[in-house]
């Protein structure tokens, strides 16, 4: 089975603080995605990348910025967190040759206070 | 660019009950379109995905979907509910970005099911 993990499953930080969420997943995929997931407003993407080194802006960019240094491992980083940012934040990853389907992790909840 | 509408925000049945759950999209070529479930506390698991072909779909837990090109939607349905369906469903659809081999969603804002034992 794909696995996707995801470091933290809640996080509480403070403002300003810089934050790192962790995502890593076992079936060598090639790309790798970030959401978050906000009531009322379903999944939003933020990141993805599609290879080492590689990354595209999502819908929701603004704030976050993403690593991707190794195939399995693909980090959300909040430069200086906000109150706003308070969220649950969901990877994904998925390959090419199963067009579309996206295998999530559990998620990590973030508060920022 | 493309767009998914859920309707329904919340719906509630009884057990044993059938569901029908909404989802239109609006998307300029043949859409790729999924139904995705999520669990209390859980990530997504995905129930179902139409590429092409047969319009009727099966899936896992004994949901279907069915796509309809004319009315633009993408509707799950399950016969008879169980109280472990109790989640909140979400509808997507894929989007080929083109150049990159990467393939975005966009997914709908959910449906959250109550099931009433």
């Known amino acids: 089975d794909v696995k996707v993990t995801q470091s933290s499953r809640y996080l509480v930080k403070r403002t300003g603080e810089k934050v790192f969420l962790e995502c890593v997943q076992d079936?060598?995929?090639?790309?790798m995605f970030w959401y978050r997931q906000d009531p009322g407003l379903g999944l939003r993407l933020i990141y993805f990348?599609?290879?080492?080194?590689?990354?595209e802006k999502g819908d929701i960019p603004e704030g976050y910025s993403v690593s991707r240094e190794k195939k399995e491992r693909f980090s959300l980083i909040l430069e200086s967190a906000s109150t706003n940012q308070t969220s649950m934040y969901l990877c994904?990853?998925?390959?090419?040759?199963?067009?579309?389907?996206?295998?999530f992790g559990p998620g990590t909840r973030l508060t920022v206070t | 660019a493309q767009s998914v509408t859920q309707p329904d925000i919340h719906i509630t049945v009884s057990e044993g009950a059938s569901l029908e759950l909404r989802c239109n999209y609006s998307?300029?070529?043949?859409?790729?379109l999924f139904w995705y479930v999520q669990s209390p506390g859980q990530g997504l698991q995905l129930l179902l995905k139409y590429f092409s072909g047969d319009t009727l779909v099966q899936g896992i837990k004994g949901f279907e979907a069915e796509f309809k090109r004319s009315q633009s939607s993408f509707n799950l349905r399950k016969p008879s509910v169980h109280w472990s369906d109790a989640a909140e469903y979400f509808c997507a659809v894929g989007d080929a970005y083109s150049g990159a081999g990467s393939y975005q969603l966009t997914f709908g804002k959910g449906t959250k099911l109550s099931v009433i034992p």
């Open positions: 994904a990853s998925s390959n090419p040759g199963t067009v579309y389907e996206q295998y």
């Open positions: 079936m060598d995929h090639e790309n």
């Open positions: 990348s599609y290879d080492v080194k590689m990354k």
């Open positions: 998307y300029g070529a043949t859409p790729y």
